[in-house]
Nanobody, 129 residues
Framework: QLRLVESGGGLVQPGGSLRLSCTASGVTLDWYVVGWFRQAPGKEREGVSCTRISDGVTNYADSVKGRFTLSRDNAKITVYLEMNSLKPDDTGAYYC??????????????????????WGQGTQVTVSS
């Protein structure tokens, strides 16, 4: 049974950086599409970035392109979201999610076009001066 645990959130000033981690336990992520989603109070959940672990195909929301980078470790256990040039609009709860790769692709997953199979517990990111 796949379980996901996020870490790395916190309070940062505008223009600053944070790196979020999503660590899997139970299985490796080879057979999964993994994504980062965020939700701010009063707003709908947004797919930030999603990747297919097996071949590295990655999708980014327009709002984060050029600022956020998704990567993974060689063991295919941890997925990272490097967030630079942070803005107050990036504030929200960030969740890691996974779906078996035969059920979706990175673009569809980030657009919310398939029901997510596994969620992490979330980590809060606050961008404020």
């Amino acid at each position: 049974q796949l379980r996901l645990v996020e870490s790395g959130g916190g309070l940062v000033q505008p223009g600053g950086s944070l790196r979020l981690s999503c660590t899997a336990s139970g299985v490796t992520l080879d057979w999964y599409v993994v994504g980062w989603f965020r939700q701010a109070p009063g707003k709908e959940r947004e797919g930030v970035s999603c990747t297919r672990i097996s071949d590295g195909v990655t999708n980014y929301a327009d709002s984060v392109k050029g600022r956020f980078t998704l990567s993974r470790d060689n063991a295919k256990i941890t997925v990272y979201l490097e967030m630079n040039s942070l803005k107050p609009d990036d504030t929200g709860a960030y969740y890691c999610a996974a779906m078996r790769r035969h059920l979706t692709d990175p673009a569809r997953m980030c657009l919310g076009q398939a029901p997510i199979e596994t969620w992490g517990q979330g980590t809060q990111v606050t961008v404020s001066s």
